[in-house]
């Protein structure tokens, strides 16, 4: 566990002490209370003693995402009781069926403009963002918004759900996108553990064909022409690290039949065999070569061209495609 975890963690822990002892003051006979306390000052005492986040069992290291959500844990997630186990797989059930409702349509047609996703979880939750905003009194402008933040499983999931709700609460608020991004930044650091951040890619799409693009730290898109393919290499800090970051951001048009395709790294760091990654020169290739299709399609075939590139090798990473093309 790193340092930052671990100060963050000691810190939840010593809090929750504090608490509890003065909701015991108050109610001296709650014995689900002193239960509480009894192992908070356990875990503190583990941590003292250096054997905090380890499991109980097979002493292996508690999954860190698992110990942010509940510094309470004494067990890693192969040596859950039968109890355990049945309250956590409902957790991840729920879980789910939240963040399902959390996407935008699949398919969303706005004036000027043909958008679609793919939204593919590792496991049962992800911690992909994927959104689509189109804010009322904006004369058809669409918010459009891609990113990946740290972790896995429940934890990474709620985050991604904290993303969206700061982004939801702003757009419409502040219509520059610069100005949007620097303002998300700055709730996600001070609301979130200093060992958690964000990349994302926000940007506006405007009914004229304009597109204003900021990437916090995320993997380039790609702009596709009936000429080819481009990157706009433009970035910046992730969100979360800065919480004063600056950010700047740049202007795309695309004409009729021109695409924008933003992806998370589920699909370019995708491994077949030992180190041969599916990688940004396969991906460029293949919508040179089917960007003249609809923006649905583009998404089919890259998902084939994955799956073919992909074999029997197991998923790892979340995958989230978006295509946004000007119709």
């Known amino acids: ?17 504090e608490r509890l002892a003065t909701a015991i003051q108050q109610a001296p006979k709650a014995e689900h209370l002193m239960s509480l306390l009894k192992q908070v000052d356990s875990a503190l005492e583990r941590m003292t003693h250096g054997a905090y986040g380890l499991c109980k069992v097979c002493h292996d290291p508690i999954e860190a995402d698992r110990l942010i959500l509940d ?18 797989e409902r957790d991840l059930s729920m879980a789910a069926r939240i963040q399902n409702k959390l ?38 402008d669409l918010y459009f918004l891609l990113g990946d933040v740290t972790g896995k ?3 990474a999931s709620m985050l991604m759900a904290h993303l969206q709700a700061i982004f939801h609460s702003l757009i419409g608020i502040e219509p520059s996108v610069t100005r949007l991004v620097e303002q998300a930044n700055r709730i996600f650091c001070q609301s979130t553990l200093p060992t958690h951040f964000a990349t994302l890619i926000c940007g506006k799409a405007e009914i004229s ?3 204003q693009l900021c990437n916090a730290g995320h993997c380039q898109p790609i702009v596709i022409r009936s000429s080819g393919t481009t990157t706009i290499e433009e970035s910046n800090l992730a969100l979360g690290l800065v919480c004063e970051g600056r ?28 180190d041969e990654q599916y990688g940004v020169e396969r991906l460029s290739r293949l919508l040179a070569e089917v960007g003249s299709r609809s923006a649905k399609q583009i998404v089919h075939d890259c ?4 799956k073919s590139f992909r074999a029997d090798t197991p998923v790892f990473d979340d995958l989230t495609i978006m295509v946004i093309k000007r119709n």
């Open 209 to 211: 064909g304009e597109l």
């Open 247 to 274: 950010y700047n951001s740049t202007k795309v048009r695309l004409n009729h039949g021109d695409s924008l395709f933003l992806y998370t790294d589920g699909l370019t760091e995708t491994v077949r065999g030992q």
């Open 103 to 140: 996407l935008p349509k699949r398919d969303i047609n706005v004036p000027g403009w043909d958008v679609t996703f793919h939204y593919e979880p590792a496991g049962t939750v992800s911690g992909d963002y994927c959104d689509l905003v189109t804010p009322s009194g904006h004369n058809g």
């Open 71 to 88: 510094p309470l844990l004494e067990a890693c997630l192969d040596h859950l009781t039968s109890i355990e186990k049945e309250a956590l």
């Open 153 to 155: 499983g429940i934890a």
């Open 1 to 17: 566990m790193d340092s930052a975890t671990a100060s963050v963690l000691q810190w939840q822990l010593t809090d929750r002490r």
């Open 303 to 306: 998902i084939k061209d994955l």
